[in-house]
Nanobody, 126 residues
Framework: VQLQASGGGLVQAGGSLRLSCAAS????????MGWFRQAPGKEREFVAA????????LYTDSVKGRVTISRDNAKNTVYLQMNSLKPEDTAVYYC????????????????????WGQGTLVTVSS
C-alpha cells in the first residue's frame, strides 16, 4: 500500500489547512487510518486516527476541538481538517494505515501502523 499525502503549507496562526491522504489500494473495512506528526527536534507523536468501517475517531488531547479526521470511502482517502492552527502545530505530518487483521481498537502508537506516507510539511507562523 502506498500513501500519498498532500495539503501541507504555510499558514498564519489561527488559520486552517486540510491534509489529504490517498491510498493506492482499496481500504478494507477493518483498516484504520490516521495521522502522526513530528516537529523539529521532537519525537513523532500521534495526532488522530479513525476506523474505516464505522468512522470512529481518536484524537490526541492537544488537537481536540480544532482538528477533524474524516474519510471518503469511494476515494480511499483520509482527511485531516485543521482549524485554529497554532505555531506549535508546525511539523511534518505523516499519513498512516493499519491493516488490523485482529480487529483491535484504535491505537496511538506508531508501532501498530503498517504503512506510512512520505509526509507533508505544515508551517504555522505566529
Amino acid at each position: 500500500v502506498q500513501l500519498q499525502a498532500s495539503g501541507g503549507g504555510l499558514v498564519q496562526a489561527g488559520g486552517s489547512l486540510r491534509l489529504s491522504c490517498a491510498a493506492s489500494t482499496p481500504i478494507l473495512s477493518n483498516y484504520h487510518m490516521g495521522w502522526f506528526r513530528q516537529a523539529p527536534g521532537k519525537e513523532r507523536e500521534f495526532v488522530a486516527a479513525l476506523t474505516w468501517r464505522e468512522g470512529r475517531t481518536l484524537y490526541t488531547d492537544s488537537v481536540k476541538g480544532r482538528v477533524t479526521i474524516s474519510r471518503d470511502n469511494a476515494k480511499n482517502t483520509v482527511y485531516l481538517q485543521m482549524n485554529s492552527l497554532k505555531p506549535e502545530d508546525t511539523a511534518v505530518y505523516y499519513c498512516v494505515l493499519r491493516q488490523n487483521p485482529n480487529r483491535t481498537p484504535l491505537a496511538t502508537s506508531g508501532a501498530f501502523f503498517d504503512f506510512w506516507g512520505q509526509g507533508t510539511l505544515v508551517t504555522v507562523s505566529s
